[in-house]
């Protein structure tokens, strides 16, 4: 007998009582992965942002790109943007409070006077530093329940999962298509 899923988390929304009417189509959050991951996403990043905002005046939109720019000193807001999913208009304020903090400079790239490049001053490296290892115990403590193993399991599931956003978002554009076709396209 296979194992029973996991209960969802207590703020869950509770299953309908079906007995009074017809039966409605209702996700079941108990193995509706998109909620889980969200639900982990929108609660770490809440707590993460709290901590930096209270030590280090920053928020955890500054923290991912500041993380970024350790790895790679100098990137465009638009590598940023296709990176970590955030749209032009987040990556444009951040890099405008990060410029006015010191944590950044941001020049034209000499090749493509329309791409605007970010480059990570000392300022920014030393706030990275500091934030570090307190990031690194918020992961050490979400994955304590995780044997070594099921933290290298995990990451390679997560890592298969994000290779396969194009194909979910494959998957809405052919359904929207086919099911609601003036469905207005937005840029995004």
Not at 9 to 18: I, K, M, N, T, V
Not at 144 to 153: F, K, V
């Amino acid at each position: 007998m296979p194992p029973s899923p996991s209960p969802p988390p207590a703020d869950a929304p509770a299953a309908p009582d079906l007995a009074a009417g017809a039966a409605r189509k209702t996700v079941d959050l108990r193995n509706y992965a998109p909620a889980y991951l969200s639900w982990i996403s929108n609660k770490l990043s809440r707590g993460a942002s709290q901590a930096y905002l209270a030590a280090f005046d920053v928020g955890i939109e500054v923290w991912r790109i500041l993380v970024l720019l350790a790895i790679e000193p100098a990137l465009s807001a638009q590598h940023i943007c296709r990176v970590m999913g955030m749209d032009k208009a987040q990556v444009s304020r951040c890099f405008k409070s990060m410029q006015a903090k010191g944590l950044i400079r941001v020049a034209l790239d000499p090749r493509d006077g329309r791409l605007r490049i970010a480059s990570i001053t000392p300022a920014g490296r030393e706030l990275h530093d500091s934030i570090y290892d307190l990031a690194l115990e918020r992961e050490r403590a979400l994955l304590s329940g995780l044997s070594a193993e099921e933290r290298a399991q995990l990451l390679r599931l997560l890592h298969k999962v994000h290779d396969s956003l194009g194909l979910a978002e494959e998957a809405t554009r052919d359904f929207l298509a086919a099911h609601h076709p003036g469905a207005r396209r937005r840029r995004g």
